[in-house]
Each structure stands twice: as structure tokens, then as C-alpha cells.
């Protein structure tokens, strides 16, 4: 048993009985932050509860996180023993630190905050900043660690995954740059669940997270945060804002965001109306909600139909955007035109120097992941920059930024991203974006021919060529058929030697992507099987690593063409026959029984 000095005078603490309710409390040292604050002073000690408890199979960290159905979350200790396995893997590191805790305002977050306090504070955790009702976005988390100079955060979140009691439930782990945990934590943590036999609870009252203020409870202090305000200072410092203010302000410009009811909710209004001037109504679905309307919250053509509809109506928007569940993913549309994430990270790349402040010295380098396709890597080509390929998932960028060798980098799968923060970050791509069209029209009169987000694709795909690009999901496949799958490709492999013919199409490589880290020389192997051509067309298959439950088949196809009379065609049009060969070569329907795949984009 483990005693510390406490009591809590906060009102807030209605639940528990503290010892003493003085008004002395009003000696916070942090008072000057902010007036909001209930005050306190430790004069008592908690104690620390330690409740056996037995390994739980299969919680081991995902491309993303732990993610799970919500009901398997709420299983007895299955939270506990993950965040008590993470404790134990920080072990004497994480004493005394400071850390940060939110998440996207998915159904049972504020359960989960009050579980993950209790560990916290009995693992000797310093203090916690706990966004407003447990909100937090993903890239503001990545954000807040950095410039409070954080242990790390926890992010309650299975970002694109639908949400409440019968979907699903995710926690993740970043740590002190800002970054996901890497695999050497990661991997510990999945060590701990499997031996795990006791938890260790501190017996303090819930906090109430609905006003901002601080609470302490003996050594341990949980102050509630505003989860906008170091994000949106940071993105200050990112872009030119009265710029972006003059030509959001604009008559004949129109802006429209779609938040899907999740967590950029909370960040749209302060950043887009309150900061940028955006009207009101550019706001889609910006409520919060712990199910998120019922939706998917993954902003591609197949989910984000509220905002597709718009675009490609008669009053579509000149800029439309959305993001996911917790607000590292982005869409951008154009009036009637998709940019493909692809090729959105590197349209920025080729814009970036010219039309965001953060860049105007130059771009250290370029990073986009493995089946991303090969856009970014001609921009770079020409811009004589350094371009990486990574494995699948946000945690392979961070050393590259640590170690100053990227600037830019992103995912196919609606993830963009910069060294400003080691996350994706949804809204920051949504100003790069605002940014590149406010910089190209600052000259262009009101009601003159503005420079318009297809015309910028336009010019893009004439001065570096066109990759196409298209992503095929088999959601929900069984996980044995998918597995077998994988089991056949691997065989074509081995007989698809350089040279090898199949279909129309020469190999160049045929290989399972591994990757060696340039920094710490980590090697993350099994990422991916791609057929590589002599063209330049790939065509790469993977098993997803962020579902909850079966496989997720994902095959990426991707196809280059320098000719300009090809550049308006359909991508799944200019994709086709290289598409045909990629379900004929694997043999997907076979296996799987699909006949059509769950999400094209
Ligand atoms: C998917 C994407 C990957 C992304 C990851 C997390 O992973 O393919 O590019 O980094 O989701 O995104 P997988 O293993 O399912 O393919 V998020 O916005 O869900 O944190
Ligand atoms: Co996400």
C-alpha cells in the first residue's frame, strides 16, 4: 500500500469525501492560468488499491493502436490490463512526468478517462493534461506533447472506425516527440498483457472534465485543458493567417468542411470561423457525438457522402474537405474533383516553399509509405529533395523528422502530415490546401478566373506526369481466406522472377517489402507484397492492421503516365486492365468470395 498527501477542496470532488474543504485553496500555484480553477492543497494521502487480475489474449498493438469491438473494451480489466501493461513497460521512466490524455468523443472515452487516471496516478504519473469532456484530436495531442514538453499522451480513439456500443473502441500510446509509440514499446507493452497478474488503482474520486480547471489529489494533479488552443497556436505559427483570412473572406470563395460528427467538430469552429472568418454554415456534421451520427467516420469518397453529394452538385464549394474520427485524416475536393491523398502530399510538397511560411526556407525532405504511390518521389526528383519509403502507419515518419531528414510526407490512405507535429494532422492539410489556393489567387481580382483546385492538379500532373492511383478494401473477409491468400501470392513471387511476363505486364521486382530504418537501423519486415513492373505500375497487396475483428484485404494499384491527353481520364478507367490482372493474379474472389470490394477510393 502506497501512500501520498492529498486532499481535494474541489467541488468537483462531490463523490469523495475530502477531509478538509478550505478556502485557503485558493493559493494554486497555477491560479494565473486560469480563473476557471477550483483550488487545492495536499494535506492527506490516497491510497493505491492493487486488484489481481490474469493475462487477456491478443492485445497486441495494431498498425494503429489497440482497437477492438467497444464490448470487448469493456470487458472486465481488458482496459486495465493494457493501460497497467503500459505503466509497467514505462516503468521508473514515467514517474514523476507529466502526460496527456483525450480522445475523439467516441462512446465509453469517459468511462475510460476516469480507469486510465486511477493507473496513472498509482504508477506514479506527476500530473495529467485532460482535454475538456476527454476531448482530443490526434494531431492536437502530437501537438500539445511537443510544445509542453510531455512524457508522452494516451489517445483514446479507433480513429476511422465507426463508434459506440456495438462498434468500435481503440487506445494509443505517443511518445515524447509526439510520435506513435515505435515497435520496441509497442512490443513491451504486448509483453506485459501476457504476464500480466495485478492492477494498481488510486483510490481518488472521479474528475469532472466538463470545465477547465485543476484538480489535485496529493502528488497527482489532473488539470483540465482547452484541447484547441496550443493546437490552433501552433498552426499560427505554421501558416500565413491573414492571408488565409483575406481569401476565405472572399465573395466569390467558398469553403465547406464536413467534421462527420467527430472529433474536428471541436477544432473547426475556433480554427475555420472564429480564427479563419468562415462562415458558420461552412460547417458540416460538427457536433460530436459519441456514435458519430451513426457513420463511418472516414473521410473517402464511399463515407464522406454528405459532402461528396454537395460537391458534385450544383452548389459545390470551391474547397470541400473532411475529416476522420480523430482528426488525423483528410479529403480534399475541388468543384466535381477528388485529389487523391496521393496525390495531395505531393501537390503540397511542390507547393509548400512558395505558399506556406513554415516551409519558406526549403523542404529538408520527403516521405510518403509504401503503397502510396510514386507521385511525392518525382516531386522530389525535381526539387532535388530526398525521398523515403516507409512501412505502412504514422510511426515510421518520426525519426526521419527527428532526425531532420523530412519535412512532408503522407499515406494513401487520407493521411497528410508534417515535421510540425510526428502525427497526420487532417486540418493542417485543409490550410496547406486554403494556403496554395490563397497564395495562387492573391492576385486574381473578385470575380476574375480564379485559380481553382483542379487547375492546380492540372498544371501538377503536366509538369511531373500522372500517377494513378486506386485502393481496393475487402472488408470483413474471413481471416483463414485472406491468410491463404497471402500464402498463394507468395508463391507467384517466387516464381516471378525480373523479366517474368504476367499478363501484359514485365516484372521488375516481385518482393515482400521490409524496411531498415535510416536512423536506428530497426528492421520492420513483412509490409506488404507488391509486384513491381517495368513501367513503373505496381500493383502491392496488404492485411490491414487496424481492424477489430477478421481481415481486411487492401490491394493498391498504381500506374504512371507522362502523357497530358491521358490526364482527365477516370482513374478506375486508366486503371483497369492493371486492376484486372491484380484479381486474376491473386485469385482474390477464389479466396475470399468477393466479388466487388467493400470501399474504392
Ligand atoms: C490504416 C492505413 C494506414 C494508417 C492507419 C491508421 O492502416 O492503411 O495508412 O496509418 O490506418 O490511420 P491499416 O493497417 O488498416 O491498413 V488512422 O487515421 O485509423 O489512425
Ligand atoms: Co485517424
Redesign the pocket.
Known amino acids: 500500500m502506497r501512500y501520498y498527501h492529498s486532499v481535494c477542496s474541489c467541488k468537483h470532488a462531490g463523490a469523495w469525501s475530502p477531509l478538509l474543504s478550505l478556502a485557503v485553496c485558493s493559493v494554486n500555484l497555477e491560479a494565473n492560468r486560469s480563473f476557471l480553477t477550483s483550488l487545492h492543497i495536499s494535506t492527506q494521502k490516497f491510497a493505491v488499491s492493487t486488484v489481481p487480475t490474469q493475462p487477456i489474449e491478443g492485445q497486441k498493438t495494431?498498425?494503429?493502436?489497440l482497437r477492438k469491438k467497444t464490448k470487448v473494451f469493456m470487458g472486465e480489466n481488458y482496459l486495465a490490463n493494457w493501460i497497467q501493461a503500459l505503466f509497467n513497460s514505462l516503468g521508473e521512466e514515467v514517474k514523476g512526468k507529466t502526460i496527456g490524455l483525450g480522445g475523439d468523443g467516441r462512446y465509453f472515452n469517459k468511462e475510460a478517462v476516469q480507469t486510465i487516471l486511477k493507473i496513472a496516478a498509482a504508477a506514479g504519473v506527476k500530473k495529467v493534461f485532460v482535454g475538456r469532456d476527454a476531448i482530443f484530436a490526434?494531431p492536437a495531442m502530437s501537438a500539445l506533447i511537443r510544445r509542453r514538453s510531455l512524457y508522452g499522451a494516451l489517445i483514446m480513439?479507433?480513429?476511422?472506425?465507426p463508434g459506440g456500443p456495438e462498434e468500435d473502441w481503440g487506445i494509443k500510446f505517443n511518445y515524447s516527440s509526439g510520435e506513435p509509440a515505435p515497435e520496441r514499446i509497442t512490443d513491451a507493452i504486448y509483453g506485459f498483457t501476457k504476464n500480466i497478474s495485478e492492477l494498481k488503482f488510486a483510490d481518488i474520486p472521479e474528475t469532472d472534465l466538463s470545465q477547465l480547471g485543476s484538480h489535485t489529489y496529493g502528488d497527482f494533479e489532473v488539470e483540465v485543458i482547452d484541447p484547441v488552443e496550443d493546437y490552433l497556436a501552433l498552426l499560427k505559427e505554421v501558416f500565413d493567417f491573414d492571408l488565409l483570412r483575406e481569401f476565405i473572406k472572399r465573395p466569390d470563395f467558398s469553403v465547406e468542411f464536413d467534421a462527420m460528427h467527430a472529433v474536428t467538430g471541436a477544432y473547426a469552429g475556433p480554427i475555420l470561423v472564429d480564427a479563419l472568418g468562415a462562415p458558420g454554415s461552412s460547417i458540416r456534421n460538427g457536433t460530436p457525438l459519441e456514435d458519430f451520427g451513426g457513420g463511418h467516420p472516414d473521410p473517402n469518397l464511399t463515407y464522406a457522402h454528405d459532402l461528396v453529394d454537395l460537391q458534385w452538385s450544383e452548389n459545390a464549394a470551391d474547397l470541400g474537405a473532411a475529416s476522420?474520427?480523430?482528426g488525423?485524416?483528410n479529403m480534399i475536393l475541388g468543384n466535381k474533383f477528388f485529389i487523391t491523398p496521393s496525390d495531395s502530399v505531393a501537390m503540397i510538397a511542390a507547393n509548400a516553399q512558395e505558399c506556406i511560411p513554415y516551409f519558406k526556407s526549403g523542404l529538408k525532405g520527403v516521405a510518403r509509405?509504401m503503397p502510396t504511390s510514386g507521385a511525392t518521389d518525382r516531386v522530389a526528383e525535381q526539387l532535388g529533395l530526398k525521398c523515403f519509403e516507409v512501412p505502412?502507419?504514422?510511426k515510421f515518419f518520426g525519426n526521419l523528422m527527428d532526425a531532420g531528414l523530412c519535412s512532408i510526407c503522407g499515406?494513401?490512405?487520407?493521411?497528410t502530415g508534417a515535421d510540425h507535429i510526428r502525427e497526420?494532422d487532417g486540418l493542417w492539410a485543409v490550410l496547406a490546401w486554403l494556403s496554395i489556393l490563397a497564395y495562387r489567387n492573391r492576385d486574381v481580382p473578385v470575380g476574375g478566373k480564379k485559380v481553382t483546385v483542379e487547375d492546380i492538379a492540372m498544371e501538377h500532373w503536366a509538369k511531373f506526369g500522372r500517377n494513378f492511383f486506386s485502393r481496393y478494401d475487402y472488408e470483413g473477409v474471413e481471416s483463414e481466406a485472406a491468410n491463404k491468400m497471402v500464402e498463394h501470392l507468395r508463391e507467384v513471387m517466387a516464381k516471378s522472377s525480373p523479366g517474368t511476363k504476367l499478363g501484359d505486364y514485365e516484372v521488375q521486382t516481385a518482393d515482400e517489402f521490409s524496411y531498415t530504418d535510416p536512423v536506428d537501423g530497426s528492421v520492420a519486415s513483412k509490409q506488404g507484397l507488391r509486384f513491381v513492373f517495368n513501367d513503373g505500375s505496381r500493383i502491392i497487396f496488404?492485411l490491414?492492421?487496424?481492424?477489430s475483428s477478421g481481415a481486411?484485404v487492401?490491394l493498391y494499384i498504381e500506374q504512371y503516365s507522362s502523357d497530358p491527353s491521358t490526364h482527365k481520364m477516370d482513374a478506375q478507367e486508366a486503371l483497369a486492365p492493371i486492376i484486372k490482372l491484380a484479381l486474376e493474379v491473386s485469385q482474390l474472389t477464389n479466396f475470399t468470395g468477393r466479388e466487388k470490394p467493400t470501399v474504392i477510393t
Open positions: 495494431g498498425t494503429s493502436g490526434t480513439s479507433a480513429s476511422h472506425n476522420d474520427g480523430d488525423d485524416r509509405s505502412t502507419g504514422w499515406e494513401e490512405s487520407f493521411g497526420k496488404r490491414s492492421g487496424t481492424g481486411t487492401r
